[in-house]
């Protein structure tokens, strides 16, 4: 049974850090490629940013392309988005994911390749 648990969401003013985490409860972690999704209100889940199983291939949404940073630690199977310089179109629930196999890049970045999701934790930005 794969269980995702998202925390580290809250409260921040614009240009502030937040740090997520999901901790991943899956017995072949590294086998799993991750992801970080997000739902503003009234909106549809979109995309954030991926990772590969060895955690050496990244991929960002080009609207938190160099603010946020994904990493994972496999020993840990934990998966972390570093989220800078915040701003209010950031606000949204975060959203961990899992998808076992091998994916193309563009399907790394699409809802429907991934299997396992978490609960998802909120973040808001103030302007």
């Known amino acids: 049974q794969v269980r995702l648990v998202e925390s580290g969401g809250g409260l921040v003013q614009a240009g502030g850090s937040l740090r997520l985490s999901c901790a991943a409860s899956i017995r072949t972690f590294t086998m799993y490629v991750m992801g970080w999704f997000r739902q503003p209100p009234g909106k549809e889940r979109e995309f954030v940013a991926a990772?590969?199983?060895?955690?050496?291939?990244?991929i960002y949404a080009d609207s938190v392309k160099d603010r946020f940073t994904m990493s994972r630690d496999n020993s840990k199977n934990t998966v972390y988005l570093q989220m800078n310089s915040l701003k209010a179109e950031d606000t949204a629930v975060y959203y961990c994911?899992?998808?076992?196999?091998?994916?193309?890049?563009?399907?790394?970045?699409?809802?429907?390749?991934?299997?396992?999701w978490g609960q998802g934790t909120q973040v808001t930005v103030s302007s």
């Open positions: 990772i590969s199983g060895s955690g050496d291939a990244t």
């Open positions: 994911a899992a998808a076992g196999g091998a994916f193309t890049t563009a399907q790394a970045m699409g809802v429907s390749a991934y299997n396992h």
